[in-house]
């Protein structure tokens, strides 16, 4: 599986932003998706999750509410939108895709990673 986010960008406080995930393969359908961030000096972190079938999501309690994933298997993507968006949110963001069983946000639960996609919220 290969994994392109895009949607990053520069954004004012209390904005929105779309980030997408475009992935190459058959074994989309069956992966687990996720979306990881990483700050500035700072370790990389969860933000959000989605199982193959679509049917449960799971987010960090830092952006429940304000973070929406969602994934359309037919055309291969997941999308994390992103609104109130906070100085905090600012980090590089990852998706990932899990074709094992795992804890959705362990960062050990995914096989393949994209290249990341900035994001930048100015307060």
């Known amino acids: 599986v290969q994994l392109q986010a895009s949607g990053g960008g520069l954004v004012q406080a209390g904005g929105s932003l779309t980030l997408s995930c475009a992935a190459s393969?058959?074994?989309?359908?069956?992966?687990?998706m996720g979306w990881f961030r990483q700050a500035p000096g700072k370790e990389r972190e969860f933000v959000s999750a989605?199982?193959?079938?679509?049917?449960?999501?799971y987010y960090a309690d830092s952006v429940k509410g304000r973070f929406t994933i969602s994934r359309d298997n037919a055309k291969n993507t997941v999308t994390l939108q992103m609104s109130s968006l906070k100085p905090e949110d600012t980090a590089v963001y990852y998706c990932?895709?899990?074709?094992?069983?795992?804890?959705?946000?362990?960062?050990?639960?995914?096989?393949?990673w994209g290249q990341g996609t900035k994001v930048t919220v100015s307060s």
């Open positions: 393969g058959r074994t989309f359908s069956s992966a687990r």
């Open positions: 990932a895709a899990g074709l094992r069983p795992a804890v959705a946000s362990g960062s050990s639960g995914y096989d393949y």
């Open positions: 989605i199982r193959a079938s679509g049917s449960a999501t």
